[in-house]
């Protein structure tokens, strides 16, 4: 299993096993938990016999099971910790989804550790989010155009952004700071953009305090629920999990160069119709330094939260989109 002290060669090893998925022609969209469960409660004790089955849908199989499996797969799965074993009984503790062209890695189903690393739909929905927001991102001289995913998770932000600049044929470099708290993370992050080809540098720590300089272009999808288990992928803090978004938006505000543009993908518990995050940044945005728009992007992700007893009263919670574009010289911190 993916810990903090993976060496090259455990990266290699899973770059072994990316690419030989890309080259099977493995593809595979990430549905919800609660979807995700439902197809495996349907299948019940079925083993899995294809790799999608294995890396996608995170059942158990065996060598007979799953004649597509191949030595070199599960060499390079053993040799990157992440072929769990019990009796004849194998299973990945890896997830790989789709993304465009593009194959990202992540934790297994059910993300319960502490360190787990997720993707699914709201991925997607950041993902899209950053492609159309970058239209307007352009570089002012020569010098590399700075990008910033805070809270990466496997990455999927900051390659979807790097890919859409690519795209605008920037005269200047990329220079893409990947961001999290949780080191396998970062491990899952370095091992897709390599097999992506996009050079990325990581920055372990809490948020912008773990980089120094300002960006044109800073992204984020913090997590937003007000998990009971404050486990670092879900839980948002404190006011139905709205602090950290608040949070890094507002550091982010303070670190965008002169042009530079803020795309913050989050959620939002509403309560009495009121979006109180919405309500929190506004103050932070009239100062006249800024351009910005806001949206719902989905009004209803995550509706099975409801049923905690903490979020009794919410109406529902929202997928909001924040873009921001710094069109004045900053004043000092925000």
Not at 52 to 69: K, N, Q, V
Not at 240 to 254: D, T
Not at 266 to 277: C, E, K, N, R, S
């Amino acid at each position: 299993m993916l810990n903090g002290t993976a060496d090259a060669q455990t990266a290699n090893a899973l770059g072994l096993v990316l690419r030989h998925l890309a080259d099977s022609g493995y593809r595979f969209m990430t549905p919800t938990p609660l979807t995700h469960q439902r197809v495996l409660a349907h299948r019940g004790h079925q083993l899995g016999t294809t790799l999608r089955d294995i890396f996608g849908w995170s059942m158990p199989f065996t060598l007979a099971s799953c004649e597509t499996i191949t030595r070199e797969l599960l060499a390079a799965m053993r040799g990157a910790g992440v072929l769990h074993t019990r009796s004849e009984l194998l299973q990945s503790t890896i997830r790989v989804s789709s993304l465009g062209d593009d194959l990202l890695m992540h934790s297994a189903f059910p993300t319960t550790q502490d360190d787990a690393v997720f993707f699914g739909p709201d991925t997607y929905r950041f993902a899209r989010f950053v492609q159309q927001g970058v239209a307007h991102v352009q570089a002012k001289s020569s010098q590399p155009l700075r990008v910033l995913d805070v809270g990466c998770g496997s990455g999927a932000g900051g390659l979807a952004a790097a890919r859409a600049l690519a795209k605008l044929q920037q005269p200047a470099p990329l220079e893409v700071w990947m961001n999290d708290i949780n080191p396998v993370a970062l491990q899952m992050t370095a091992v897709n953009a390599a097999c992506a080809g996009i050079a990325v540098k990581p920055a372990l720590g809490n948020a912008l305090r773990a980089v120094k300089g300002d960006f044109d272009l800073i992204i984020s999808n913090p997590p937003y629920l007000e998990d009971a288990a404050q486990r670092a992928y879900r839980h948002g803090g404190t006011g139905l999990g709205r602090a950290l978004s608040v949070r890094i938006a507002k550091e982010a505000l303070g670190r965008l160069l002169p042009g530079g543009r803020l795309l913050l993908y989050t959620g939002v518990a509403m309560v009495g119709g009121v979006d109180a995050f919405l309500t929190d940044m506004a103050p932070l945005l009239s100062n006249g330094r800024f351009d910005w728009s806001y949206s719902e992007i989905d009004p209803d992700v995550f509706g099975e939260e409801l049923d905690q007893p903490t979020y009794a009263h919410v109406d529902r919670i929202a997928a909001v989109g924040l873009t921001v574009t710094q069109v004045s010289a900053k004043a000092g911190a925000v």
